[in-house]
């Protein structure tokens, strides 16, 4: 949430910060700003899209070797000029941005107030900056000193950026919960949420941890603890090409992205997964199995999306390793003060690697002895560095805010994961390990034909793009992949939907059905297809509408739906990878006819940095 970007060095910083934060916009896009140093600090910042920011600078000279930028998503003060960053300080002389909250903001407010202090906006950021600014002028500290002393009494989380009148060339950062990435180039240096802003000009980057201080000139770069001692920044190299953050000619990410899933769910597959010879190769997993074949339950923690990919999870891994599986809310297993002890496995599955809830859930764990292992698609953030081990899901940066490729690339993962160990521990035998290693090697081919021709389901969004509410129905491993669908038709559509398990919505939801109500149901061939039949006709007798994504080759289910998406036979274990790509072309074709920008829905951010 929120997206910052800096640049010092010789380059002019504004173009640089600008299609940085035009690359990060996802993260937030309630409004955005900058502030650049030359002789004077300015600092420029607008309610709405990077491109109304962009046009309201029209004109002015935004000369300057040193700034930094901000696209907000809102979480103090409503989106507008005011509250969007950079914030000055009292005096003028330092701007600051800030990703994260300032949970004790209203303590140190009131305590800056009683000594006249005013604020232009409703912020915490606003307030943090202050009091960095008190600290400065109470001791004549420097603004790194200020830093270090007022970073040690705030509760949150953050990522901030400070630049100073007199002090050109230098940004001042500090992260704690929020990501930060620093660029490292030839007399420059490139700071960012993620790397998108900066791989176009450096491969060579450093992930700053949580509690260091970086001190950013054009040719020198410093990292410090909290302590005041110099630590050695680890530079690693980027493994990412420019046109993977771009449209490549898609007139959105996320139909991009839907697309893609052919090669993302092979690049996942690829260097593990090998059918002839029925291998699966996973460092992390085989260097772990002991833990894994002695795990007394394993946990599944993620949100969203990739909370989703964790139930799909448990259908597996209970299945073909006999392992206990919960799968948990990152959000309330962090507070719930849940019994962990020393043999359990966490699995702790996420895009980002960055979402905050997840995160801290797992730090909580870490602390009481518990092994983390990642699925994580991100490579190097919080998440990943977190964890004892892990996976990377190797999706590629994900930017529309609804997750499409990034959960594919889980339950490919995931699925990986449940037959290797499944196998090991001989709970799974061997006819059914091989039969399912090469349908889940096929499974790259089954999606590219879902994609060959998506006009059947733009018809179908088309035809019911003004329902008020869906339904979303399945069984089994079918059940998240309609809780999914649900998801996503909600967050770019607009439209009220639920997921449920088939058989439960006789216990209430089918009060809802009459002539109006679109009843999506994920209805393949697997064990539970007879009952789902008897599940579509309850509907139909109650003069539903029926959407059903059936197996090719069906007869009954066509027979009895008024509109049908199709998907290759496949493996129950498996059908997920298949079923989930109509509920996601569905939910794009029905946002894109009603007008929505489907990759960023109102309201939503691409990354949750904030509980
Ligand atoms: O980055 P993460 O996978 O941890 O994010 C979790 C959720 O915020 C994410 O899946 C969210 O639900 C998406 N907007 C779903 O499309």
Redesign the pocket.
């Known amino acids: 949430m929120c997206g910052i970007v800096g640049y010092t060095g010789p380059r002019e910083a504004y173009p640089v910060i600008l299609k940085g934060l035009k690359r990060l916009e996802y993260r937030g896009y309630d409004s955005s700003g900058v502030a650049i140093l030359n002789d004077h600090l300015s600092v420029y910042k607008k309610k709405g899209r990077v491109s109304e920011l962009e046009e309201s600078v029209v004109g002015i000279n935004m000369h300057g070797h040193t700034g930094i930028g901000h696209t907000r998503w809102a979480t103090h003060g409503e989106p507008s000029d005011r509250n969007a960053h950079p914030h000055y300080s009292a005096s003028g002389n330092i701007a600051m941005i800030h990703n994260g909250i300032i949970e004790n903001y209203t303590l140190i407010k009131k305590e800056l107030q009683n000594k006249g202090y005013e604020f232009k906006s409703d912020t915490d950021t606003e307030v943090l900056l202050n009091f960095i600014e008190e600290i400065k002028k109470e001791n004549n500290n420097t603004l790194e000193e200020a830093l270090r002393i007022a970073l040690k009494r705030v509760v949150g989380a953050y990522c901030i950026l400070l630049i100073e009148k007199d002090n050109p060339g230098t940004i001042l950062a500090a992260r704690k919960g929020s990501p930060l990435v620093i660029g490292i180039g030839k007399g420059e240096h490139f700071l960012a949420s993620d790397a998108s802003p900066i791989i176009e000009y450096t491969k060579e980057v450093v992930y700053v941890n949580d509690y260091e201080i970086a001190i950013v000139k054009p040719d020198e770069l410093i990292l410090k603890n909290l302590g005041n001692e110099k630590q050695t920044p680890f530079i690693q190299k980027l493994d990412m090409e420019l046109a993977a953050i771009e449209k490549g000619g898609y007139e959105h990410f996320m139909l991009k992205e839907i697309h893609e899933q052919p090669q993302t769910i092979f690049d996942c597959l690829r260097g593990r997964l090998i059918g002839s010879s029925a291998t699966i190769t996973m460092s992390g997993v085989d260097n772990n199995m002991d833990t894994f074949m002695n795990a007394s339950r394993i946990v599944m923690v ?7 990919a964790g139930l799909l999870a448990e259908y597996m891994f209970e299945e073909l390793c006999r392992i206990p599986v919960e799968v948990e809310y ?1 959000s309330e297993f962090r507070y719930r003060n849940p019994v962990i002890n020393k043999g359990d496995v966490i699995i702790a ?7 905050a809830d ?1 995160l801290v859930a797992l730090e909580n764990a870490k602390e009481k002895g518990a092994f983390i292992f990642g699925v ?3 490579v190097g953030s919080s ?1 990943a560095r977190l964890s004892h081990a892990g996976a990377y899901s190797h999706a590629g940066p994900e930017i529309g ?4 490729k ?2 594919t690339g ?1 339950l490919a993962v995931l699925a990986m994961m449940a037959l290797k160990i499944g196998y090991k521990k001989g709970t799974i035998d061997e006819t059914r390990y091989k039969t399912l290693v090469r349908e889940l090697e096929a499974i790259p081919e089954k999606v590219k034909e879902i994609l060959a021709d998506t006009s059947n389901i733009q018809r179908i969004a088309e035809k019911y793009k003004d329902a008020k509410d869906f339904l979303y129905l399945g069984r089994g491993y079918n059940f998240p992949v309609a809780l999914e669908g649900a ?2 038709l909600k ?1 770019i559509s607009y439209i009220h939907a639920e997921g449920y398990p088939a058989a439960e919505m006789k216990h209430g939801p089918i009060a809802l059905v009459d002539e109006n109500l679109p009843v999506v149901f994920v209805a393949t061939k697997d064990r539970y297809y007879d009952k789902i039949v008897s599940n579509v006709q309850e509907i139909k007798a109650r003069r539903g509408k029926v959407i059903a994504v059936a197996t090719e080759g069906d007869t009954i289910i066509p027979g009895m739906a008024d509109d049908v998406m199709y998907v290759p036979d496949a493996d129950e274990v498996l059908a997920p990878l298949l079923s989930v790509i109509p509920m996601q072309l569905l939910s794009y074709y029905v946002g894109v006819s009603k007008g929505i920008d489907v990759d960023k829905p109102r309201n ?1 951010a ?3 940095t904030v509980e």
Request: proline share 0%; with cysteine.
């Open positions: 993620a949100c969203g999306t990739s909370w989703h990152a599955i996420s895009q980002s690697g960055e979402t997840t994580v698609n991100a998440i805010v609804a997750s499409t990034a959960f889980q998801l996503k967050e939503l691409k990354s949750v």
